[in-house]
């Protein structure tokens, strides 16, 4: 009490300073624990740091509002700031699809991609002769599926002999890659709610003629459009849409010959992540996948009028395109299914064997023939690579022996190939060497994120996810990077074509023709 009887006030406490402290530093500690678990694949280290984040974030704001002792009008300032900014971000902001390492990519809003509606451009241009040459390119990975080119050489010395960028413009969303013979290349793309197959003119871009079908396949995370390249042969286009449009149209006009909705017509359903396999033609038939929960896992139609043939295996399929490959004496197709591999006879479908993979997360790595009776499957998200043995036993069936597993090779759905005794690709979005004989690393450098690349002679070319074109010269020592070129300022996921010496790139924005210059 003073003199004048008033009770003096308490002296005022100050801030509380030190549980924050204490919440950041826990924090700081557990990220970088989190960021320095070198073994977890990239994609769960972004995921854990989020959570990190995300828990550090509440307890401060705990903090803050309950037992900082800052005054009260400061409390709500903060808590008032911290709820307008979270506000703001998805009225401002949208989420265009994620990284390969699952980080989200923001725009605007108000930004626009779409191209004119299908609708607005069925006119057809002046066709090129249709002239098939030993240089085309027509299929997914090129003309043996597997992503190898070995008729090339590559001008090393892009400072001199840089690529000749002839044309780059918008395109329509997809994953899709280019399919090219003689002048014509072909790939699929979503232009609002039809999903299409465009040719181009090969050293121009000029639209030749456009397919549309009304149906879209769309999600935030997966993104627009269609996932699977085109197959050309004989003049004919055959296209395998996200939702399950299995195509076949005429190659010089665009027109359709048949079409068949596969997956309606098994009554499955659209993946995940879309239908992405690739149709693979064997002999006088193209392959494409079932859909999910269709009780078929492959489909072979009749080239010529799209009659069913046969359809075999009840696993859904997952993500990579189906191979054909002779593997101890037996011709089969290869399937990289949902939790199995498996090899099934051309002629009938049947299986020749199966094997077990994985733990659910998609599988989308083309396979890997290595030598006359093994092969090689790879997958992202820390699962890993398998090498298998197969034997035949009796007429129909083949006896599979598991050579080693190793996490030291995680391809996405990146291209991977073999080359002396040693595999190379993308590990986890760097690039890396595996020693066959066991599965063990030889060195992994570079961090190009999940691009896509081609073996040209004895060099890589790879399209990196952030839009560069990267030359290297992979050995069992390094892999000796030898010049860059920007190519496009965007994620870059699809399949690159090279038909002599001109490369098609695109990703789901922009397209690219660029002229490489060849080495005597």
């Known amino acids: 009490m003073t003199e004048t009887g008033i009770k003096p006030a308490a002296p005022k406490r100050p801030i509380r300073w030190w549980p924050g402290v204490a919440i950041f530093l826990l924090a700081a500690a557990a990220w970088t624990w989190v960021r320095l678990q070198s073994e977890w694949p990239f994609q769960k280290r972004n995921l854990e740091t989020a959570k ?13 509002a309950l037992f900082s002792r800052a005054r009260w009008k400061a409390r ?104 090219i013979v003689g002048e014509i290349a072909v790939t699929q793309e979503q232009r609002g709610e039809d ?87 064997v002999d006088e038939m193209v392959l494409v996948h079932g859909g999910e929960d269709s009780g078929h896992t492959l489909l072979a139609f009749q080239l010529a009028d799209g009659k069913p043939v046969w359809s075999t295996g009840t696993a859904n399929p997952s993500y990579a395109s189906p191979i054909l490959a002779t593997l101890g004496g037996v011709r089969q197709v290869i399937g990289f299914n949902s ?64 050579i080693w597993k190793s996490t030291r090779m995680k391809a996405k759905f990146a291209h991977i190939y073999a080359r002396d005794d040693f595999l190379y690709g993308l590990d986890d979005g760097m690039f890396a060497c595996v020693d066959l004989k066991d599965g063990s690393l030889k060195w992994k450098e570079g961090r190009y994120g999940h691009g896509q690349g081609l073996l040209v002679g004895e060099h890589y070319l790879l399209m990196a996810e952030a839009g560069e074109l990267v030359l290297l010269r992979p050995t069992p020592d390094a892999p000796n990077e030898l010049a860059r070129f920007r190519v496009f300022n965007a994620k870059t996921w699809n399949p690159p074509a090279l038909a002599g010496e001109y490369l098609l790139v695109r990703n789901d924005l922009e397209a690219a023709c660029l002229r490489l210059k060849l080495a005597p």
């Not at 995300?54 to 903090?63: F, K, N, Q, R, V």
């Not at 459009?225 to 050309?232: F, H, N, Q, S």
């Not at 006009?253 to 992405?276: H, L």
């Open 52 to 64: 990190v984040v995300l828990i550090a974030l509440l307890a401060l704001l705990l903090w803050w």
């Open 339 to 402: 939790h199995q591999h498996a090899g099934y006879d051309t002629a009938t479908g049947a299986m020749l064997w199966e094997s077990p993979w994985g733990i659910g997360y998609p599988g989308c790595s083309t396979p890997v023939v290595i030598g006359p009776n093994r092969i090689l499957f790879s997958a992202g998200y820390g699962v890993g690579a398998e090498l298998l043995e197969l034997t035949p036993v009796g007429a129909d069936k083949m006896a599979v022996k598991q």
């Open 195 to 281: 999903e299409c197959v465009v040719a181009y003119e090969l050293k121009t871009g000029r639209q030749l003629w456009l397919h549309a079908d009304r149906t879209r396949y769309h999600t935030v995370i997966a993104g627009d459009g269609p996932r699977a390249t085109p197959t050309i042969r004989s003049h004919r286009v055959f296209t395998a849409g996200a939702t399950g449009r299995l195509n076949c149209l005429d190659l010089a006009s665009g027109q359709v010959i048949w079409t068949r909705d596969v997956v309606v017509e098994n009554k499955g359903k659209v993946p995940g992540w879309g239908c992405a396999g690739s149709p693979l033609i």
């Open 76 to 179: 709500l300032a903060v808590l008032a700031g911290f709820f307008l900014l979270v506000g703001s971000v998805p009225a401002l902001f949208r989420i265009r699809g994620v990284s390969g390492d699952l980080i989200p990519i923001l725009e605007f809003r108000w930004a626009k991609h779409d191209l004119v509606s299908a609708s607005a451009t069925h006119s057809r241009a002046a066709i090129p002769p249709v002239v098939e040459t030993g240089k085309s390119f027509p299929q997914f990975y090129g003309p043996n599926r597997d992503g190898v080119l070995p008729g090339l050489k590559l001008e090393t010395n892009w400072t001199t002999h840089p690529p000749q960028l002839l044309w780059k413009q918008k395109i329509g969303g997809a994953w899709s890659g280019f399919a």
